[in-house]
């Protein structure tokens, strides 16, 4: 994985993930979540202040 990591993620609800205090990230902008397992994400940023990012993420159709 190449880029930026945060360990900041504060609260999952369902789809959403929501972190705390990341350097500007867009709107719209498709990001990757590690799991601890090791396993990869992708999702996209629905909302973003100074202070919180909400991501949503997507589901792998089976």
Not at 4 to 33: C, H, M
């Amino acid at each position: 994985m190449t880029g930026k990591e945060y360990r900041t993620i504060t609260d999952v609800k369902g789809p959403l993930v929501f972190l705390n205090k990341t350097e500007p990230v867009a709107f719209g902008e498709i990001v990757s979540l590690r799991l601890t397992n090791g396993t990869i994400k992708n999702g996209q940023v629905l909302d973003t202040s100074n202070d919180l990012v909400i991501v949503q993420v997507f589901r792998r159709n089976s």
